[in-house]
């Protein structure tokens, strides 16, 4: 079995221009391009996503500590 599919798809003419720009200067082919931005992409999103995630929980976590504070400061004047 391959381990590889076969995909087709279009592009606006001027990133197609880009991607051809960017292959002379590396010497990447088109595939190797493709793939390696794919997988730049998808890793991006996902530490986007692990971030996101991180700051909702520190947000999560000041807000516990802000409202122990209070009452702490409740049980002082009271």
């Known amino acids: 079995m391959s381990k590889s599919i076969t995909m087709s798809f279009s592009t606006p003419i001027e990133l197609s221009i880009q991607m051809e720009e960017y292959m002379e ?14 997988v730049n992409y998808l890793e991006s999103k996902k530490s986007k996503k692990n971030y996101d995630e991180s700051l909702e ?22």
Do not use: A, F, P, Y
């Open 25 to 38: 200067l590396t010497g990447l082919n088109r595939s190797e391009l493709i793939k390696i931005s794919l």
């Open 57 to 78: 929980k520190l947000k999560q976590d000041l807000d516990d500590i802000k409202n122990m504070l209070s009452e702490l400061v409740k049980q002082r004047v009271n």
